[in-house]
């Protein structure tokens, strides 16, 4: 059976993370200067939507859900631009399972400790610590592997984010001090790029959403500007691009879930289809907004930057161009994958 | 959303896998002669038909086979990995576009008339929609339909006809009631192409290939048990055949496209560029073909997509302009990447025209179906809700 809608019951996880997030953590707020920290009963609050032990084991203290549910509250997330942290706790809970860390992976869903990510550059001074918290665990992603840290981040120097709607720590991760380390093509390597894949796709859907709305109400020469083809087919290329983007991630999602011999290559694209719409609708939705579009206070511009934080994390989209055609080198037997996947 | 992979498919493409190996044509199209082609399209449809691979998703009275759209592009992706002839041949109008029509709209008489006709490879279908003066305005169109009795006289002129040349059938387009000029007053109705009155002219496009054609109609006698839905309400039925062909019409391009882009990667690990080093060594070639590699699985995903729509029910909606401006744009654009990797040999089309032909016929695709800009159309008004 090929379904790649939601169920009644994704259904309900969608509504109930998207009504949360929309009420408590919208857009909007990402208008001050510095973006509010979410706070402990927020944080709470999201840890009782089951968000961070979803996709583990219930004797893990998880919902026995799997990625393709993760994919549906992080593309949520991405559509408000929500702290890449939440994320980081997901992943961290896996990582804190993988390896054994019982009262790590049980804080951590239960809301009681928070994770926050480390975007690793290729050597350890370039390492960015993102919305960086006392007592946070780190996790830490690059091109080549994923890891857990309690500690072992040392702040080196000063940061000016190019996103301000997250906090930058930049300084030395010490390598030797990860509590679990994974490397590149893991599972859980995987997962991230594909839930960093599902928030670039929820950045997407979030630009074309507020773009359309804009161009149905804002007037020029007489008429909503959105009856303007050049504005009316800009909008349509960001529906394509974020639908397209969509599909591949939930494809991707699957093959993960099922252990599909081909999610590497799957993962990969939906990474760099997800990367592409991500920054062409942060584009697009700038360039509609107009003027307003280019101010501070418009939110069309915190898609796009954003997006370069999400391009950065795990590979680039030169980097999953690079593993695309690597992938694609293995010949992809449809039959044999699919048969491990029937049994 | 979750796919379950089930022996029985995973059976069911074995067995695909293994007849397509052992039928396939070997020896290739005809090229520019119009009853070789015709026959050599018929005949392999024919085949198909006798091995029980006709109408994989089309209802079993009609003499379809009554499986899931999944079994369809399960059958799609095994035919693209044969190396089996090109998609869109002869057959395919009737196959992927008339007779989901027909199963959708037609009368009981039409469907048992031309449906398993079609499967045989007995009947070919061509579009009767487009006319001079009615390109991407198609709701323009001239040709008039008048009522005489039990038939309907036809009078105009249609273009850009796709294999009207080899065709027995048409989707015929007609205004029936001039005192409206819009939507309203037209009617489909399924023209006889043999039928007194009907002049047929090939174009020879930029491909160099006789591929559509405009076609005359002088007081042509059609009678009314053809009309397909009725009479002046034949816009609907247009979309719904339009329909088809933005969204599950696409499912042989797009695996022949999937596997097109496998063979120019091989291709560029595989030849030398002119300093004797692999082409895909170069940075921009690499990362170009991973780009290109990344929208083609996404463009499968996106056929996914669409079954699951589908199986819902009912005609494909306006999403099937996504998935059209996609899978058009995408193949152009894989087209282009192929000439600049041929290089000079792409010049020679004695050489490599299977990426020549290609990408020469890719400047159909985006025009075909409806433009790019009339896709976006549809996608800013009917999807996003956009002001007309």
Redesign the interface.
Known sequence: ???????DE?TQIIDSVRGFLRSELPLEQLRNRVAPEVSDSQWRAVAELGIFGMGLAESAGGIDFGA?EEI?VMRECGRVVATPSFMATILAAHLAHACSQTSWCRALISGERRASLVIAGPDSHAALLVDGRDNNLLVAIDSSSIALFESGFEPLRATNSLDESITLQSGRLDRRASACKLPYSSPLWLRASLLLAAQLVGLAEGARDLT?DY??TRQQFG??I??F?AV??R???M??LA???W??T??AA?ALD?GATDAP??V??AK??AT?AAHRNGDHAIQVHGGIGYQAECDAHHFMKRSHVYDQAGGNR?H??????EA?RKPQE??AC??S??R | MKTEINRADVEFREQVRTWLEENRPREPRPHNDFAAERAYDCAWQRRQYDGGWAGIGWPLEYGGRGLSLLRQLIWFEEYARAKCPPPIDACWLGLNHAGPTLIALGTEQQKKKHLPAVLRGDEVWCQGFSEPNAGSDLASIRTRGVIDGDYLVVTGQKTWTSFAHLSDYQELLVRTDPSTSRHTGLTWIIGDMHAPGVTVRPIRSLTGAYHNCEVFYDEVRIPLVNVVGEINRGWSVAMATLGFERGTAGFGESNELAVLLDELIDHARTTADDNGRPLIANEAIARDLGQAKAEVQALQALNRLTISRAEGGGPPGAEGSIVRLFMSELEKSVGRLAMEILGVRGLNRLDHDKWTHYYLFSFCQTIAGGTSEIQRNIIGERLLGLPR
Do not use: W
């Not at chain 1, 999953?320 to 055609?325: C, D, M, R, T, V």
């Open positions: 059976m090929l379904n790649m809608l939601p169920t994704q393709t549906l359309v161009a149905k008429k909503p959105g009856a083809q009316k087919h909008c349509a290329d529906a394509m639908e397209v983007a599909a591949q939930v494809v699957h099922a290559l799957q990969s694209c760099l289809m592409t030169r999953q161009a690079h593993s695309i055609l694609s449809n039959i699919m048969r996947m029937a």
